[in-house]
């Protein structure tokens, strides 16, 4: 009988050492705020980059000022990262630090948007 009691302390004890393991592995959910350039010149580049950017699974608010072509964003770090929203961005035609624009997505966005090839901004 000493010998099952013993089995069963050890299994709940292994299990329980686990358990802790796995949970201390979780990265812990943080609001992250952060701003970083991307290109663009006028209304409908923000527009894009703004959604672009909200689509992103973890991003809860998504800013950019055409001025000083900063996007702000706040985002949960558990689901998303800055990477990802930047390839996000991207992927719509908009280049930003360290992630260049996906190249159909420029040479489909409308004359106006066409930042590197010296678009003026109309609004």
Not at 31 to 53: L, N, P, Y
Request: positive net charge; charged residues 30%.
């Amino acid at each position: 009988m000493k010998k099952y009691i013993l089995i069963i302390i050890a299994v709940f004890t292994f299990a329980a050492v686990q358990g802790q393991e796995k949970s201390d592995t979780k990265k812990e959910s943080k609001i992250v705020e952060i701003t970083f350039k991307v290109d663009g010149v006028c209304g409908e580049c923000k527009e894009r980059i703004e959604a672009a950017a909200m689509r992103t699974k973890g991003v809860k608010s998504a800013s950019w000022d055409k001025k000083t072509k900063m996007l702000d964003l706040v985002y949960n770090n558990t689901k998303t990262d800055e990477s990802s929203i930047k390839l996000a961005v991207a992927n719509r035609g908009h280049e930003s630090e360290g992630q260049p624009a996906d190249s159909t997505a420029y040479s489909n966005l409308p004359g106006c948007c066409k930042y590197k090839d010296g678009a003026k901004c109309h609004n």
